[in-house]
């Protein structure tokens, strides 16, 4: 499943990530990657939590559009990567 986050961020921007439907918040890693590119396994970080909002940190990062993916890690049999969507840098 793709989400689009439309809010524009330079620091945090939250993401939710969906198991069956359900909202996940324990043992996710995120990558952030340039459109249209895989994450490899070392690209992957810890969730930033701020305020009790999971999320990624986008500072750092050139201008523009980047893509968000979600490794998650405390579920059994397999290790998912989750498609989360695109996320836009303005500033």
Known sequence: ????????????Q???VRLDGSPH???VLFAVVPPRERPAAEDFTAATILGGVTGVMTGGR???TWHVWAKVEDVSPETPWVDCGPVFRTE
Do not use: C, D, H, K
């Open 14 to 16: 939250p993401v939710t």
């Open 62 to 64: 050139a201008l523009g």
């Open 1 to 12: 499943m793709i989400n689009e986050y439309p809010q524009e961020s330079n620091v945090f």
């Open 25 to 27: 918040y324990t043992g």
